[in-house]
């Protein structure tokens, strides 16, 4: 054996086993990730089309979601308030400078998260979510939700909380944040917390919102 191995290491390829097997890997885990972003792509196309609900008729942008597709941790918000729906893109307003500030208080940019609605279209002057919108625009965020596999799903506010973990329709969010749930549908962990806009109304909350996101960055190993 040690004579063979002499005989590859004069030739230069005492490692070539090892470094095809590295090399297979390698496209394999490439091949995994452009699939990913070619299923997300797919039915961001699919989605920027939808006429599901009333909501379209509305809209001026559908707000699909952003961030990065291998992330270990996702957020779920409601739906798009005014900036996001001229802009096109999720927690651009007020409610979500706030929550990239606090993001960023952990040293996380929010690029390094995924970041979606469980609504993509604005209700009219942010009323909240009809039940039958719900039903209609959930399929979308399941989709994400089972491309992305997150590790973790952290919940902004109630609407956001009673769908992932499907919840009774008037679960008080101040009953469930914080703690820490398994969703066996989607197979991560869910931990409901407040909205940032109602942080913005409410500084008291911004305590346990510090306190919820970071259980979620520790859960999902990225502080
Ligand atoms: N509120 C939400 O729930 N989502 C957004 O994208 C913006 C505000
Ligand atoms: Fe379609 Fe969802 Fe927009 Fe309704 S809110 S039109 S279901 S994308």
Known sequence: MKKIAKFFEVLGLENIRGKYILEKL?????????????LLEELKKECLNCKKCELHKTRNNVVFGEGDINTPLMFVGEAPGEQEDLEGRPFVGRAGKLLTTILNQFGIDRNKIYIANVLKCRPP????PKPEEIKACFPYLKKQIEIIKPKVILCLGAFAARTILNLPEKTPISKIRGKEFFSEEFKAYVIPTYHPAFLLRQKRGQEAFREDLKKALKLAGMI
Not at 26 to 38: A, C, D, F, G, S
Not at 125 to 128: A, C, G
């Open 125 to 128: 002057n942010n009323r909240d």
């Open 26 to 38: 390698k496209k394999e885990v490439q091949n995994k990730l452009q699939e990913k972003e070619r």
